[in-house]
């Protein structure tokens, strides 16, 4: 099986005040870590980035499978994805391993359970994703993590045409498809730093 991991560097981190794909803990960078993680179960990894010589130190100083995408639209994070998925066209993987940047408590160990599992998926699911409950109106409903799992493929050809269409929402393309939820997640692990709080409970944990 091959897995291609794409990363989503963090866009303008507009809540955080300051990139957080650069934000340090123990003395790594949330993205440091996210690339070090991820190529524990991915063959390689491609950064979409709004900047080259932002995180061009960075790429320089991982393995050879590290590469960066430059993001062209700004266009938040669905065309960040599309994007990373056409700079892998010529590798053809299986699946695609999508991950935001500012996840201070991905585990590889859980990654590699999920990964055991992708053979198990029915050949008409484009997806392998996480879901948390989030309060709309005061009725608790589902929604999907779009950022912290698998993709197959093939998902290319409807997320094209969801685009086309100026579509630009991860959720209402996720419920468009067939997407089958990952079991027993652990929340801890779907934590990211939007917030200088949310950085200050990452650093405390």
Known sequence: MKIIAIALSGGKSLRMGS??????????TLLSRTI?????????????????????????????????????????????FWQGLNAIADSLPDWILLLACDLPNLQ?????TWVSQLDDLPKTAIAYLPRHEEDDSDQSRKQWEPLCGFYRWQCRESLAEFIEKGQRSFQKW???QEVIE????????????????????????
């Not at 990139?19 to 790594?28: M, P, R, V, Y």
């Open 19 to 28: 990139d957080k794909a650069l934000l340090e803990i123990n003395g790594e």
């Open 36 to 80: 070090r993680i991820a190529l524990q179960v991915a063959d390689s990894i491609y950064i979409v980035a709004r900047s080259q010589q932002q995180y061009q130190h960075l790429t320089t100083n991982q393995k050879a499978s590290t590469h960066l995408v430059l993001d062209q639209k700004f266009d938040g994070a669905l065309v960040g």
């Open 108 to 112: 590889s160990d859980i990654l590699q």
């Open 174 to 176: 996720l419920d468009t």
């Open 182 to 205: 990952i079991p027993h997640v652990p929340l801890t692990m779907l934590f990211n730093c939007n917030t200088p709080n949310d950085f200050l409970k990452a650093i405390q944990n």
